[in-house]
């Protein structure tokens, strides 16, 4: 795997990482302003969860693309990038999973508490 490869999935890991655990400090930050609907207090956990999700599977398809660059063989290269490409689009679809399920407490926040 050329070095090019390496260094755009070690961005992409940072960056996905780093907005799920931003997410995940507003989430903290907010935790006492948020209404006090069972529903809404319900779908922070998820969320959380969600976002936790999302950091380890960025974590995990890291590591599996650094242990399989340091081996030589090409067949092994090949089905590792695919592993790692589902890995990568199941983070995506968790933080976007997680950042719905805080928009939609947030909504609770704005609509029926209000």
């Known amino acids: 795997m050329e070095i090019e490869k390496l260094k755009l999935l070690h961005d992409h890991t940072k960056h996905v990482t780093t907005l ?8 903290v930050a907010f935790y006492e302003k948020l ?10 956990p998820v969320s959380l969860l969600f976002f936790v999700i999302c950091i380890l599977s960025a974590t995990l ?25 589902k890995v990568f ?16 407490t947030g909504m609770f926040d704005l609509f029926i508490a209000a």
């Open 20 to 27: 799920s655990t931003g997410a995940i400090l507003i989430l």
């Open 89 to 104: 689009l199941a983070s995506w679809v968790t933080f976007a999973a997680g950042m719905v399920t805080l928009c939609i």
């Open 35 to 44: 209404p006090k609907i069972p529903v809404a207090h319900k779908l922070i």
């Open 61 to 85: 398809a890291q590591i599996v693309v650094v242990v399989s660059h340091s081996n030589e063989d090409k067949e092994y290269e090949k089905n590792t990038l695919e592993f790692t490409d």
